[in-house]
């Protein structure tokens, strides 16, 4: 199962608000034996209403780097088809809806993940 600490998803939730009513996108890196999500990794961003991009071109080669996160201003915290594309590429994918307050987790598939929240 994988862990990610309380500070780090107040810091997205945040991030997140402050982003609305456009879409806040960011990398998540940690230790990947552990399991442990603990670090946002910020590359720049194309932001919209309905859309947060990035060029791949400027994802750094490190393996820290383990996942990925976005939120959804308005609607659910499913994955839309270009979601699950990116997905992947990573270990573990998060979705915040901010209308309903709903924080999700998916694998490289798509299917949804369980979290630990870890001080």
């Not at 009513?21 to 910020?42: A, H, Q, S, T, Y």
């Not at 720049?44 to 060029?55: D, E, H, R, V, Y």
């Not at 780097?65 to 976005?70: A, D, K, L």
Request: charged share 25%.
């Amino acid at each position: 199962m994988w862990k990610i600490k309380k500070g780090l998803l107040e810091t997205l939730l945040e991030s997140s608000q402050r982003y609305y009513p456009d879409e806040f996108m960011c990398f998540l890196g940690g230790k990947r034996k552990e399991k442990l999500l603990d670090e946002i990794v910020m590359l720049p961003t194309i932001n919209g209403k309905n859309f947060a991009s990035f060029q791949q071109n400027l994802v750094p080669i490190d393996d820290s780097i383990i996942g990925t996160f976005h939120s959804h201003p308005t609607g659910p915290a499913n994955p839309s088809s270009a979601d699950k594309k990116l997905f992947q590429k990573y270990e573990v994918n998060f979705i915040l809806s901010l209308s309903g307050q709903v924080f999700r987790a998916f694998d490289r598939n798509g299917k949804e993940l369980l979290v630990e929240l870890i001080e």
